[in-house]
């Protein structure tokens, strides 16, 4: 799936829930619940790669996946 | 009179093949009184009329103006009877019972009134009755035979028997020569209906029924059938009646259009339906009905109907008819080709909402078990998906709270985002009579909708909000509630999440929450937003009914989560006439989704990741199931385009038109391998489809529907397959073609499965149905007769959640290029692309899609009413006419999607609800030009460019 879907619909997440300290849980969350495994890995892979171009929260939302992929 | 038993054995019928008729409502008052009626005791509820009473003790008494769906008028003398004690002989209508009461129904004096009333009435009345399209089913004829009269001793005078018949109307006609003014048909459409277009005109022996209008065609009449229902004669008769006959058998089943599911009885003669009759022991509609369900039926027998399956290797090539067998293999070869090429997750399924809880759960199952994937999705994802993440969120469980009789306890109903007259007009009118009894009305919607203002009803409030700012709007009306001390505190307190309110609290009092900033993006003046949600607020009993138009923007699930918590705020959840209340667009969204056909969740709405219920269908399907959730209806799309996803079984859904930017749509379905369409007709998708397996209409199914208030409903097969399967049957076929053994002897077994397996329908099942008729879920051991009003004590998820809902404005915006905002909606004749009500008559009133354009933006482009319009977006350009009208507000246009020629979805946007990814359909910045050409054009981005 194209990548630059993907990360539209990752800010949007991010826009639509509200900043809190537990933002980037609530956002991966939503993405485990309602991603398909392949959307994740590539919207990991994009941020990954391009860790500058995405905001600190979804930085932290791909941490967190990973933490969880690995745990 | 003939007494027979109903289906269900619950009640005596009588009088042709019809249900019984009392003759007044059923009291429901708890209080008993003992009444004598022809030397028998009975106990009647307090307020229960004389003939009622009569009536439900087995003694008729005879009547032409009375029929228990209205109220007693007392005009026809013919139900006159004695009562010890008092003087005369009054209408036992208009009569109630009182304690210790003695009725005689059928002394020797009331006989011989009758018997004269009779003779005056028949003294102006054809005596054809041998002829007559109400032979056999005519009251004005049971009443002749009853009251004894053998000859009429009135000479040929003045009389109606030359009154000319109105044969306008497309369903019925109006033979004004049979008519006795009972007045049955004129209060039919003011009690029941609420349409107020019929009236008494004239006076004496010059009153007749009136129309209103030239006849009832032009009139303001919605052809709900109610006045065709409350004919006593064949005045007002269904013109399939006139044609073909009395029919002589019924089978209840339910109407496959609304998410209203209104009961039906199909009245056959032989195999050929004659007419559906709304049925009065039907628990979502209680005998009333609209035009689509009604009399709109006929596209099950068109002649468009493709019955045999179908099979092409290119989609540039012919269809040729082929075998099942072979249709079938080919499909199951291909999706396992497909597999073996490109892997498990290359194909996927999308069920439909017009299809019976029994065919979902089977696709789905085949999709999981079969595919060995959870790319099952369903069309509810472009309408109610933010529904179901909005109320499982906030309440646990995707389901509205109530029940439909609940809005009679209403004080103060909000309608949001919908457009209930003409969406789902049967709830309509249950809704219009609590406003005419007096309940207030707040409307939030762009468009002045009927409800705003129409007869009898003018709405306390019309909140005119700018498309894609509800959320800003619920916000603003939420704010003033926390501000102004108007929050429930001690049901907050009870019900809900501490924490979670605490953390509402806080947002929501934020001054970029009030709505005097709100009124600046919202268009709705602040005092307006103050004042509603006052009354909201201050309303003993408040409900929120809403819409596509709350749900079908990029903020969705966030508006869906406002209205819940607004309603958790307020202490407004868990008793009748509160709640909030999803009305649902077709027939069985809710249905659809109870019976996991989302990607991420099993049937009740369990996500796929738990391994305690995954275990339990694992054991039960004797099939490893994936834990992860599978594509959405987009993604599939996205994936195709992108190489990765190669098959698909569309099941009832006609994406290449529904979907938003359908040019998007059309290329991902180019892109597949394989494309499988089972429909009743070759629709826009299976233009780009290699095998077509023709399915089965609403007559044909045997199953159930779930409606917009949880109610299961029993779909009975009206007629033979004309395909000559279930469509169950051929999902299972390609189940086990593809090496997955999924066999049912009926479809009662295969809601035997879905009970065995789904918590909240344990207790359901065919059997039950037929004894009791519907049943609300849950329905379980803790819940053995449904549960009509949900949240009582307990939310579903414990402790209610209250949500912060920030207003995150669309990206779909205005500008000078698009300075329009369009929204599309439906109307009541048709029923979303048409493809059903196309095929009927209703194309009587709606022949083409309109645009709604105000007369300021008219005016300025130089468009005048019915002109032919090119309407562009930056995806594409379609030619509609021009409906220049004060119903928008000006930079707000409207358009409705069901005529595939007007292409109103290539002008739709990717835009989607950040949660579910449903689509923004209702916000699209356009432009408006006079059409150079009048031929309609759907035009690609570049093209359209070009233009511009």
């Known amino acids: 799936m194209d990548v630059t879907i993907l990360t539209r619909m990752a800010e949007q997440i991010e826009l639509n829930i509200p900043v809190h300290e537990d933002t980037y849980l609530r956002i991966s969350e939503h993405l485990v619940k309602f991603w398909t495994p392949q959307m994740r890995a590539d919207f990991y892979q994009q941020v990954t790669a391009n860790r500058k171009d995405f905001s600190a929260t979804l930085n932290k939302v791909v941490d967190e996946l990973r933490a969880k992929a690995n745990a | ?948």
Not at chain 2, 175 to 189: F, G, H, P, T
Not at chain 2, 340 to 347: L, Q, R, T, V
Not at chain 2, 643 to 648: A, N, P, S, T
Not at chain 2, 856 to 868: C, N, S, T
Request: with cysteine; proline share 5%; hydrophobic share 35%.
């Open chain 2, 1 to 948: 009179m003939t007494v027979v038993s109903d289906p269900r054995g619950t009640m005596p019928m009588r009088s042709g093949i019809g249900e019984a008729d009392y003759g007044t409502p059923k009291s429901a008052s708890d209080v008993l009184v003992n009444v004598t009626i022809d030397g028998q005791s009975h106990l009647v509820p307090l307020g229960t009329s004389i003939m009622r009473a009569a009536g439900e003790a087995g003694c008729d008494i005879p009547k032409l103006c009375a029929t228990d769906s209205l109220q007693p008028f007392g005009s026809c003398r013919m139900c006159l009877v004695e009562i010890d004690g008092r003087k005369g002989t009054p209408a036992s209508c208009t009569t109630p019972v009182e304690e210790g009461m003695v009725v005689r129904t059928q002394t020797a004096k009331v006989a011989k009134l009758r018997k004269g009333v009779m003779e005056l009435y028949i003294s102006d009345h054809p005596l054809d009755c041998l002829t007559c399209s109400a032979n056999g089913d005519c009251e004005l004829q049971d009443m002749a035979g009853v009251s004894g009269l053998r000859e009429v001793r009135y000479g040929i005078g003045k009389n109606h028997l030359d009154a000319p018949t109105d044969s306008s109307n497309p369903y019925f006609s109006f033979d004004e020569s049979k008519c006795i003014v009972c007045n049955r048909c004129v209060r039919a459409c003011d009690e029941v209906q609420g349409t107020l277009a019929l009236t008494i005109e004239g006076r004496g022996f010059n009153s007749k029924v009136s129309p209103g209008g030239l006849n009832f065609l032009s009139s303001e009449c919605v052809s709900c059938g109610a006045c065709v229902q409350a004919c006593p004669t064949a005045t007002l008769q269904e013109k399939s009646v006139i044609d073909l006959g009395m029919p002589t058998r019924t089978v209840e089943t339910t109407c496959a259009y609304c998410g209203v599911g209104c009961s039906f009885n199909a009245e056959l003669r032989g195999d050929e339906l004659i007419r559906m009759v709304p049925t009065k022991t039907g628990g979502a509609n209680e005998g009333h009905s609209c035009v689509k369900g009604r009399f709109a039926w006929g596209y099950a027998s068109h002649s468009d109907r493709v019955t045999t399956p179908m099979m092409r290797e290119k989609i540039t090539d012919e269809w040729r008819v082929v075998s099942w067998d072979e249709a079938i293999q080919f499909t199951a070869t291909k999706f396992k080709a497909i597999q073996e090429k490109y892997g498990d997750n290359s194909i996927g399924g999308i069920s439909s909402s017009r299809c019976t809880n029994e065919e979902i759960f089977v696709v789905q199952k085949m999709v999981r078990a079969a595919f060995g994937n959870n790319n099952i999705d369903t069309c509810a994802r472009v309408c109610h998906s933010p529904t179901g993440y909005g109320l499982s969120t906030t309440f646990g469980t995707s389901a509205g709270t109530q029940d439909f009789k609940s809005v009679a306890h209403s004080d103060v109903i909000v309608v949001i985002g919908a457009n209930p007259t003409d969406a789902h007009p049967v709830f309509a009118s249950r809704m219009k009579r609590r406003i005419r009894a007096g309940a207030k009305l707040i409307v939030i919607d762009p468009r002045k909708i009927d409800l705003v203002e129409s007869a009898h009803i003018k709405a306390d409030f019309h909140l005119p909000l700018q498309p894609g700012t509800n959320v800003a709007v619920i916000n603003a009306i939420a704010h003033v509630i926390a501000t102004e001390g108007l929050i429930d505190e001690e049901f907050v307190a009870q019900r809900c999440d501490p924490g979670q309110f605490k953390r509402w609290r806080a947002f929501i009092e934020l001054p970029e929450n009030s709505p005097e900033v709100v009124a600046a993006q919202s268009g709705v003046p602040a005092q307006l937003i103050r004042e509603a949600a006052r009354m909201y607020a201050n309303g003993t009993n408040s409900a929120i009914y809403y819409g596509l138009g709350v749900t079908e923007h990029s903020q969705g699930s966030t508006m869906v989560m406002g209205m819940a918590n607004l309603a958790m705020a307020t202490g407004n959840i868990g008793r009748e006439g509160v709640g909030i209340n999803p009305l649902r667009g077709q027939n069985n969204v809710q249905g659809a989704c109870d019976m996991g056909s989302f990607p991420h969740e099993l049937s009740g709405y369990r996500h796929v990741s738990d391994n305690a219920v995954r275990e339990q269908f694992e054991m039960l399907w004797d099939v490893k199931l994936l834990p992860d959730p599978g594509m959405r209806i987009p993604n599939m799309f996205d994936n195709a385009i992108s190489g990765e996803f190669r098959g698909v079984f569309v099941h009832g859904e006609d994406i290449a038109q529904s979907d938003p930017n359908v040019k998007h749509v059309h290329r991902a379905l180019e892109s597949m391998d394989l494309v499988v369409v089972q429909d009743l007709f070759l629709n826009e998708t299976s233009k780009f489809a290699h095998v077509f397996l023709p399915g089965t209409s609403f007559l044909e199914k045997d199953g159930t529907f779930t409606n917009a208030e949880r109610r299961i409903n029993r779909v009975r097969p009206v007629m033979a397959a004309r395909n000559g399967k279930q469509e169950w049957q051929i999902v299972c076929e390609i189940a086990q073609a593809m090496g997955y053994e999924m066999h049912y002897d009926n479809a009662a077994a295969i809601m035997d499965e879905i009970a065995q397996i789904t918590p909240t329908f344990k207790g359901v099942s065919f059997a039950m149905l037929d004894q009791v008729g519907s049943v609300q879920w849950p329905c379980n051991d803790a819940a053995p007769t449904g549960t009509p009003i949900m949240h009582i004590d307990n939310f579903v998820r414990g402790q209610g959640q209250f949500m912060e809902t920030p207003f995150v404005p669309t990206e779909e915006r205005s500008n000078r290029k698009f300075p329009l905002l369009l929204t599309t909606g439906r109307i009541l004749s048709q029923y979303n692309v048409g493809a059903q009500t196309r095929r009927t008559q209703n194309t009587t009133w709606h022949t083409q899609d309109l645009l709604e354009i105000h007369e300021a933006d008219a005016a300025m482009r130089g468009i005048v009413d019915g002109q032919k319009i090119a309407i562009t977006s930056r995806i594409g350009e379609t030619i509609l006419t021009a409906h220049v009208t004060q119903r928008v507000p000006a930079g707000v246009v409207h358009t409705t999607f069901h005529h595939p020629q007007s292409g109103a979805n290539v002008i739709t946007t990717e835009f989607s609800d950040w949660a579910t990814n449903c689509p923004e359909y209702k916000v699209t910045a356009v432009e408006i030009r006079p059409a150079e050409s009048s031929a309609p054009a759907t035009n690609t981005l570049d093209e359209v460019l070009t233009k511009v």
